[in-house]
């Protein structure tokens, strides 16, 4: 099912239940922050259990984005 397909179908259902489909949503995938997200990425590939794979044509950072990535990996030691 896409995105697309998700989102009319939760359009359509009652107001109610749009609120307890947000309220699970939220309960069992809590936003993070971005920091969060990357510090939790750093901690797993230093202890082996997840390999990031090279950046793609299509994902691959730049700007100000490529500028945080190089800061972040010199302080974790594994920048070329």
Same mark, same amino acid.
């Given at each position: 099912?896409?995105?697309?397909?998700i989102?009319?179908?939760?359009?359509?259902?009652?107001?109610?239940e749009?609120?307890? =489909?947000?309220?699970?949503?939220?309960?069992?995938?809590?936003?993070?922050?971005?920091n969060?997200?990357?510090?939790?990425?750093?901690?797993?590939?230093? #202890?082996?259990?997840?390999?990031? #794979?090279?950046?793609?044509?299509?994902n691959?950072?730049?700007?100000?984005? =490529?500028?945080?990535?190089?800061? #972040?990996?010199?302080?974790?030691?594994?920048? #070329?």
């Amino acid at each position: 099912m896409s995105v697309e397909q998700i989102q009319r179908e939760v359009s359509q259902l009652p107001e109610g239940e749009r609120r307890k =489909l947000a309220a699970w949503m939220l309960a069992e995938f809590p936003p993070r922050s971005v920091n969060e997200l990357v510090a939790n990425a750093e901690a797993g590939a230093q #202890r082996g259990e997840w390999i990031p #794979r090279p950046p793609t044509p299509d994902n691959i950072p730049t700007g100000a984005a =490529l500028a945080a990535a190089v800061r #972040r990996a010199k302080a974790a030691g594994i920048a #070329r």
